[in-house]
Every structure is written in C-alpha cells, then in structure tokens.
C-alpha cells in the first residue's frame, strides 16, 4: 500500500469540515446573476419590486392589478435583498435563497446533534443541502420553495423538541407562530402540515387530549392575530372575497379535483421514482428501506422515527397531487435523509450487500465526475467558452484526487463525496451556467426588452387589457423603466405603446386601426407581442 493512502487516512475531520464550510459559498454564488430569470422568479420579484414602487407592501399587484395567488412575506424578504446589494435584479433575489439554504443547513445540524452527535450531525445537513435537486437547480433560483421548507421543517422539529420536554405551552405558540409563517409565504399548505404534523406528534407522544388545553388555544391565537391581523390589513386595501377564494384555488388546484383519477392513478405510481431520481445521489439511501427489519429498526430511536412519523402523515398529500413539482418537496429531504442514514450506519455495521451497492454507486459518481469534465473540452456546445481547457482540465485532476480519497479512506467517504459534489458545482457554476444560458430564449427575451427600453423611452408603455405577457418580460420592463407599468382598455392615452398578445385578441389590428410599429419576442417563442402606436 502506497505511504500517501496513510497520509490521506491521517487528515483530521475538522480539515474536511473546512474545507466543505469553505466550498459551500463560491460553489453557490459563483455565477449566481448570470441567468434571466424565469417565470416564477420573474412573478416573485416583479411583485416585490411594484410594492417597492406603489409603496404599498401589504396588497401586492402586478402590472398594477391585484396579485392574489400568494400572501406577500417572500416580497418582503426579497425587498429586503434587493435594499441591502441596492438594486433590483438576479444576484439579491437569489441570494436570499442561498442564505435561506445555509439556514436549512444548520437546522438540520441543530436538530440532529442532539440526538447523534457532530458527525452524524454535520453530514446529515450537508447531504441535504447537496442533494441534487438543491446543487443544480433550486439553490439558484430566487423562488419561496427553500425558505418555505426551512420554515416547514422548523414547525416539524418545534413539535418533537418541546413534546420531549414536556414544554407544551412552548410547543403550542412555536408550531402556530411557524405556521403563521409559512402561511404568508405560501398560503393554505402551511395549515394542512400544522394540522396533521401537531396531531400526529401529539398522539405519538401520548398527549393528544392537549389538543383540547388551553395551551392549544394559546397558540391558535398566536396563529390567528398574525394572520387576521394581515387580512385587516389587506382589507384597507382590497375586499377579501377575491384573496381567500384564490388562496384556496390555488391549494387544490394540482389534485385529482381537476385532473381527474387516471392521472392521479398513475401519478401515485410513478411519484416514488422520481422522487428518487430528482434527489440523487443521497436518495441511494432507500436502499436501507430494503430490509424485513426495517419497522424494527426505526422503532429503535425515538428521534428517528419520529421523522419517519413527519414524512409518513404529510408526504401523501403531495404523493395523491397530480401536478406536484421537486421543489415542493424538499421540506421532507431532512426527515428521509436522517432516518435512512441512520439505516445505512447499521447497514454498513454489518456489511450488507446493501451497504456495498450504496458505497459503489456514489463511487461510481466520483470516477464519473471528472471524466464528465475532461471531455467537456471536446463538446461543441461548451467548447467555445475562453480557458474551457485549463478550467476542464484542473477540475477534473481535483475531481480524480477527491476519488482517490474516497476510496483510499474509506470510513469517511461520505465526506469525500460532499466535496466531489461542491467542486464539481463550482466547475458547474464556472462552465456550464456562462454557455447554458449563451444566446437561449430567455436571454434573447431580455435583451430584447432592453432594447426596446431604449428605443421607446419616452413613450407610456401599456399593457392591453388581458394580455398575456410572460413575466420576466413584465419584470425587465418594470426594472428597466422605475415605474409600474400598467394594464388598461382603453385606446386613447397620450404617447403610449400599447403591447398586445395576438393570441388573446382575434384582429388587434382592428382595435387600434393600424399595424403594429414593433414586437417583443418573450422568453416563449409562441408568445410574441405586438407593439401598437397611436401616434
């Protein structure tokens, strides 16, 4: 055995914990800004920035006209970004979603290392927040779904860490008070996981008569003067019969209800595959499910099955939803990855097949990994972007080196995975995001929109009646001018530009008696809008 497997043997943890603390931060912010923003991003900024311009914070809109579909606290935290880098654009909104990501981190960590220590702990948190799903898409995306989770998981852990303690006054007015916040985040899910997480733990721990104290009370109350409060509130501005209707819309408007059973059908059957697609590669932690003792085991630690517990009551509601999206999930990344790393350290006790094939295939990531980046060089798409070869060719000797050290040093090969996957995101950040995002649709859509900024910077521009207009569209014209751009009907406003879909009028040539002077292609081929001048 060569002397250096010994010396790579010898690196103490705490240099590895560095070195993955010192990873985290240029692997999620390198490149950050680099991309427009897509339509929900658009959504959520574009809100944020008209409340900024109104001066209204509580009733958001968009292009001036109520914005119902989600309560406002993202807006606000992302205003809150916006003000601090000072200006409105890609980098601050996402990354509110990195610090929020980094909070997720620790929580998971804080919660975990009561019950198993700093490494479990350590790795744990880091296994979530490098599962795929988060490293190369939603951590760099300006959207609610990280901190609503961060928010969502809190609640779940709030009932768990003061029912051991038997602090259920505490319990109570934390989990309502969390709820309250999720619920203006995103609205009426926040109130179906208080509703089944807190009467779950509740009868776990033996005290579900509490759900009839006065402690219960305590913290309905803190939950309701939140929220009635927002609602008095949204009231001075708009009538509640448009928001609450909406917000309930919105809550079921993925279920069977609207897409009828066979869809559903066949949803709840192929819903655990991609759910272990979309969170490889520590979703090869379900092979730890594979056991006739698996009930046994997690019944073992209270801690563990109480995650399992959260993950069991609350995951069918989204398993039963047809049109369900990765992200909407990552709430429950922490509850499946402690409970099934908890299963795998007993299946790596006793050398399992299942074990084996855990360890080969995250080592067959780490083999892939670096070939995948030497022969990026040779790939057309990617080939043309300056140094691509020394940049392909250092991160793919780092990569080789962390794959020597994971097999080297076997014991800690999950830390040397965790490294492999945040070098090889900062290779992502530096050579797939520039030539991805290289003359695509939504890069054109924004450059579009900036030149005709400039070309019609004196005129009022207008959106007409319900047209549809894609949202980075909407955001970039918004940002571009600093002030609201808004919808109207009618034809006879001075010096303005009217933009119009063709798609949502039969001959808009008709309405305004001429052609249109312009277009602007959106970040969607099919919707290209026409620009009318009345001068």
Same mark, same amino acid.
């Given at each position: 055995?060569? /002397?250096?497997?010994?010396? #790579?043997?010898?690196?103490?943890?705490?240099?590895?914990?560095?070195?993955?603390?010192?990873?985290?931060?240029?692997?999620?912010?390198?490149?950050?800004?680099? +991309?427009?923003?897509?339509?929900?991003?658009?959504?959520?900024?574009?809100?944020?920035?008209?409340?900024?311009?109104?001066?209204?914070?509580?009733?958001?809109?968009?292009?001036?006209?109520?914005?119902?579909?989600?309560?406002?606290?993202?807006?606000? #935290?992302?205003?809150?970004?916006?003000?601090? /880098?000072?200006?409105?654009?890609?980098?601050?909104?996402?990354? +509110? $979603?990195?610090?929020?990501?980094?909070?997720?981190?620790?929580?998971?960590?804080?919660?975990?290392?009561?019950?198993?220590?700093?490494?479990?702990? /350590?790795?744990?948190?880091?296994?979530?927040?490098?599962?795929?799903?988060?490293?190369?898409?939603?951590?760099?995306?300006?959207? #609610?779904?990280?901190?609503?989770?961060?928010?969502?998981?809190?609640?779940?852990?709030s009932i768990y860490y003061f029912s051991i303690r038997a602090q259920w006054l505490r319990l109570f007015l934390a989990s309502y008070f969390l709820m309250a916040?999720?619920?203006?985040?995103?609205?009426?899910?926040?109130?179906?996981?208080?509703?089944?997480?807190?009467?779950?733990?509740?009868?776990?721990?033996?005290?579900?008569?509490?759900?009839?104290?006065?402690?219960?009370?305590?913290?309905? &109350?803190?939950?309701?003067?939140?929220?009635?409060?927002?609602?008095?509130?949204?009231?001075?501005?708009?009538?509640?019969?448009?928001?609450? *209707?909406?917000?309930?819309?919105?809550?079921?408007?993925?279920?069977?209800?609207?897409?009828?059973?066979?869809?559903?059908?066949?949803?709840?059957?192929?819903? *655990?595959?991609?759910?272990?697609?979309?969170?490889?590669? /520590? &979703?090869?932690? #379900?092979?730890?499910?594979?056991?006739?003792?698996?009930?046994?085991?997690?019944?073992?630690?209270?801690?563990?099955?109480?995650?399992?517990?959260?993950?069991?009551?609350?995951?069918?509601?989204?398993?039963?939803?047809?049109?369900?999206?990765?992200?909407?999930?990552?709430?429950?990344?922490?509850?499946?990855?402690?409970?099934? =790393?908890?299963?795998?350290?007993?299946?790596?006790?006793?050398?399992?097949?299942?074990?084996?094939?855990?360890?080969?295939?995250?080592?067959?990531?780490?083999?892939?990994?670096?070939? $995948?980046? =030497? !022969?990026?060089? =040779?790939?057309?798409?990617? @080939?043309?972007?300056?140094?691509?070869?020394?940049?392909?060719?250092? =991160?793919?000797?780092?990569? !080789?080196?962390?794959?020597?050290?994971?097999?080297?040093?076997?014991?800690?090969?999950?830390?040397?995975?965790?490294?492999?996957?945040?070098?090889?995101?900062?290779?992502?950040?530096?050579?797939?995001?520039?030539?991805?995002?290289?003359?695509?649709?939504?890069? !054109?859509?924004?450059?579009?929109?900036? @030149?005709?900024?400039?070309?019609?910077?004196?005129?009022?521009?207008?959106?007409?009646?319900?047209?549809? !207009?894609?949202?980075?569209?909407?955001?970039?014209?918004?940002?571009?001018?600093?002030?609201?751009?808004?919808?109207?009907?009618?034809?006879?406003?001075?010096?303005?530009?009217?933009?119009? @879909?063709?798609?949502?009028?039969?001959?808009?040539?008709?309405?305004?008696?001429?052609?249109?002077?312009? $277009?602007?292609?959106?970040?969607?081929?099919?919707?290209?809008?026409?620009?009318? &001048?009345?001068?």
């Amino acid at each position: 055995m060569p /002397f250096w497997f010994e010396h #790579i043997r010898a690196i103490p943890t705490r240099y590895l914990v560095l070195l993955i603390l010192l990873l985290f931060f240029p692997a999620h912010l390198i490149h950050l800004g680099i +991309a427009p923003f897509n339509g929900d991003e658009a959504i959520r900024s574009l809100v944020a920035l008209e409340m900024d311009l109104s001066g209204n914070y509580i009733a958001p809109t968009m292009h001036g006209a109520p914005y119902i579909n989600k309560p406002p606290l993202f807006n606000w #935290i992302l205003l809150v970004f916006f003000k601090l /880098f000072g200006y409105f654009g890609e980098y601050p909104a996402r990354t +509110a $979603t990195v610090f929020f990501l980094a909070a997720y981190g620790w929580a998971v960590y804080r919660f975990t290392r009561a019950t198993f220590g700093f490494e479990f702990a /350590f790795l744990s948190a880091f296994m979530v927040v490098t599962t795929g799903r988060f490293l190369i898409y939603d951590s760099m995306l300006g959207l #609610i779904d990280t901190t609503f989770s961060v928010v969502i998981y809190t609640l779940f852990m709030s009932i768990y860490y003061f029912s051991i303690r038997a602090q259920w006054l505490r319990l109570f007015l934390a989990s309502y008070f969390l709820m309250a916040a999720a619920f203006m985040l995103k609205g009426l899910p926040a109130v179906v996981f208080q509703g089944l997480s807190l009467s779950a733990g509740l009868i776990y721990f033996g005290q579900w008569r509490r759900l009839f104290s006065w402690q219960h009370l305590a913290g309905i &109350s803190v939950a309701a003067g939140i929220l009635g409060g927002y609602l008095w509130a949204y009231a001075q501005y708009q009538p509640l019969e448009a928001l609450l *209707p909406n917000l309930m819309e919105e809550s079921v408007k993925r279920t069977a209800v609207v897409f009828g059973w066979w869809k559903t059908v066949k949803h709840i059957f192929l819903f *655990p595959f991609d759910s272990v697609y979309h969170f490889l590669p /520590f &979703s090869l932690l #379900i092979l730890a499910w594979i056991n006739r003792h698996f009930w046994q085991r997690i019944r073992e630690n209270k801690f563990v099955f109480f995650n399992f517990l959260m993950l069991a009551v609350n995951l069918p509601v989204y398993w039963s939803s047809v049109q369900v999206y990765a992200r909407y999930l990552l709430m429950f990344i922490p509850l499946f990855t402690v409970m099934s =790393f908890f299963l795998m350290e007993q299946e790596r006790a006793g050398s399992t097949w299942r074990y084996k094939w855990f360890y080969g295939l995250l080592g067959l990531l780490a083999v892939l990994m670096p070939v $995948t980046f =030497f !022969v990026l060089p =040779f790939v057309p798409e990617v @080939n043309f972007l300056p140094g691509i070869w020394p940049l392909s060719l250092g =991160f793919g000797l780092a990569l !080789v080196a962390v794959a020597v050290c994971y097999f080297t040093d076997k014991q800690r090969f999950l830390w040397w995975s965790i490294v492999s996957l945040l070098l090889a995101r900062i290779a992502f950040d530096l050579i797939v995001l520039p030539t991805r995002h290289y003359e695509n649709d939504v890069s !054109v859509a924004k450059r579009d929109v900036y @030149n005709l900024v400039e070309k019609y910077r004196d005129r009022k521009w207008i959106i007409y009646g319900d047209s549809y !207009v894609r949202e980075p569209a909407s955001f970039y014209m918004t940002q571009q001018f600093g002030h609201i751009v808004p919808r109207s009907f009618r034809t006879d406003e001075p010096n303005a530009l009217y933009f119009v @879909n063709p798609l949502d009028f039969t001959n808009p040539d008709s309405i305004f008696q001429r052609r249109p002077v312009d $277009t602007l292609q959106t970040d969607y081929k099919e919707y290209i809008l026409l620009l009318y &001048s009345l001068e």
